[in-house]
């Protein structure tokens, strides 16, 4: 009976491909924990240089959360032009396969004219395209077969062509990949600053998030849950007293004050939240699926819209406002309430998870959620959606209405932190 050769003998027989390839992942990782230990470096110096600047620190947030939503957006376009160069190699390469037997009449006499193996047609079809066309300048392919041949050749080209462009979309991918990942390292340990910063002020914030919870398990909508915390909840009824005071700055000549908006150390709304109009940002991006007044698909009608996003995908904050309300609620998942002022109340729902607390001003582009990689929002999500799905409402004096005219049309008409 043959003997198993000893572990150290199996060891040595290792190939030198498998060696080679086991050295380029370590080197592959150690210039991983490089970047990463460089990353760290820089973000220890940034959170040096912010000190106790809130204002520095408002900017920062906005600016990174800024970056990171529209590195979002440029995966998702690349990823869209990657769909039908993908789909059209892979017919350009059916074709191929499915004229095999004329494709070898052409290679053979290429092979008789070049005494030569004619090279791999789908492994390197640059090769192949190369030596079709030597041999059609050469007159080596015999006149029967030349209009198959250049047929042949036009094939090929596509398929050279298709594979060069997808290779240049798959670096920028990788890039812009490597690139947001980073910024969502540094985005975080900035949310965490901001947090630690808060929970300094708000010595009984934990407790108070825990209180939250156990107040919004005794109601059953949403109206009664704004009610609830602004009434029994010492922070949100702070935030909301702060929000009935200051929250609707007076709009001069009835246009609102965009300049404003670059105080990243203001306390208040820096505009009306009624003249705010055609000017507000959509939360995260994201494709709309449901609409406000729409059917939601049990009898009723939608109150909010209803976004598909990128698993992960950053949240932000529209407006100006309070936080009256973060954690889960009944079937929406992890809910965000804003009191921005004036009678008007922001829903977000179906996060994953929330990074701001009860009673904080957050200003307008501030980072405040991360998405998930499935929907957190039973009772509103669309049954055919299988991404995340961000649910958005806003009210005013208590009523759900259309957020349609609040939201920015064109990219220059949204209004920046």
């Known amino acids: 009976?043959?003997?198993?050769?000893?572990?150290?003998?199996?060891?040595?027989?290792?190939?030198?491909?498998?060696?080679?390839?086991?050295?380029q992942e370590l080197e592959a990782a150690r210039e991983e924990q490089r970047k990463a230990a460089e990353l760290q470096k820089k973000l220890k110096a940034d959170m040096a240089a912010i000190g106790q600047d809130r204002a520095?620190?408002?900017?920062?947030?906005?600016?990174?959360?800024?970056?990171?939503?529209?590195?979002?957006?440029?995966?998702?376009?690349?990823?869209?032009?990657?769909?039908?160069?993908?789909?059209?190699?892979?017919?350009?390469?059916?074709?191929?396969?499915?004229?095999?037997?004329?494709?070898?009449?052409?290679?053979?006499?290429l092979q008789r004219a070049g005494r030569r193996t004619p090279p791999a047609l789908l492994?390197?079809?640059?090769?192949?395209?190369?030596?079709?066309?030597?041999?059609?300048?050469?007159?080596?392919?015999?006149?029967?077969?030349?209009?198959?041949?250049?047929?042949?050749?036009a094939d090929l080209g596509e398929l050279v062509n298709l594979r060069k462009r997808i290779a240049n979309e798959r670096d920028l991918l990788a890039?812009?990949?490597?690139?947001?990942?980073?910024?969502?390292?540094?985005?975080?340990?900035?949310?965490?600053?901001?947090?630690?910063?808060?929970?300094?002020?708000e010595k009984d914030m934990e407790t108070e998030g825990t209180r939250a919870v156990n107040l919004s398990r005794q109601v059953d909508s949403?109206?009664?849950?704004?009610?609830?915390?602004?009434?029994?909840?010492?922070?949100?009824?702070?935030?909301?007293?702060?929000?009935?005071?200051?929250?609707?700055?007076?709009?001069?000549?009835?246009?609102?004050?965009?300049?404003?908006?670059?105080?990243?150390?203001?306390?208040?709304?820096?505009?009306?939240?009624?003249?705010?109009?055609?000017?507000f940002s959509l939360p995260v991006n994201g494709r709309k699926i449901r609409d406000f007044g729409g059917s939601d698909g049990s009898g009723g009608v939608e109150k909010g819209i209803s976004l598909t996003t990128r698993a992960g995908a950053q949240v932000t904050t529209p407006c100006?406002?309070?936080?009256?309300?973060?954690?889960?609620?009944?079937?929406?998942?992890?809910?965000?309430?804003?009191?921005?002022?004036?009678?008007?109340?922001?829903?977000?729902?179906?996060?994953?998870?929330?990074?701001v607390n009860i009673g904080q001003f957050v200003l307008t582009g501030e980072p405040v959620a991360t998405m998930g990689t499935t929907s957190q929002v039973a009772s509103i999500l669309a049954t055919t959606a299988s991404q995340p799905v961000l649910y958005v409402e806003f009210r005013k004096d208590g009523t759900p209405i259309d957020s349609g005219p609040w939201w920015a049309t064109h990219e220059g008409e949204k209004v920046r932190g």
Request: positive net charge; without cysteine; glycine residues 8%.
């Open 1 to 23: 009976m043959a003997q198993t050769a000893p572990p150290a003998q199996q060891a040595n027989a290792v190939s030198p491909d498998a060696i080679k390839q086991r050295e």
């Open 56 to 109: 520095k620190l408002n900017q920062q947030l906005i600016d990174i959360a800024t970056q990171v939503r529209g590195i979002e957006t440029r995966i998702g376009e690349t990823e869209g032009r990657l769909r039908p160069l993908d789909a059209r190699e892979q017919e350009v390469r059916a074709t191929l396969d499915s004229r095999r037997t004329e494709i070898i009449e052409v290679l053979a006499a």
């Open 123 to 153: 492994v390197r079809p640059e090769d192949a395209l190369q030596s079709l066309r030597t041999a059609m300048l050469l007159g080596a392919v015999v006149p029967e077969l030349r209009g198959r041949a250049e047929k042949l050749a």
């Open 175 to 201: 890039q812009d990949r490597d690139k947001l990942k980073d910024d969502q390292i540094r985005l975080a340990a900035l949310i965490d600053e901001r947090q630690r910063k808060q929970s300094a002020i």
């Open 222 to 279: 949403l109206q009664g849950l704004i009610t609830k915390m602004e009434q029994d909840l010492k922070s949100a009824a702070k935030a909301a007293a702060t929000a009935s005071l200051q929250g609707a700055p007076a709009a001069p000549g009835g246009k609102p004050n965009l300049g404003a908006l670059k105080d990243p150390a203001r306390l208040s709304p820096a505009i009306a939240f009624a003249s705010a109009k055609g000017l």
């Open 320 to 355: 100006d406002g309070w936080v009256v309300y973060a954690g889960p609620f009944r079937s929406y998942g992890q809910l965000l309430i804003l009191n921005a002022g004036g009678g008007y109340h922001v829903l977000i729902a179906g996060m994953e998870r929330i990074s």
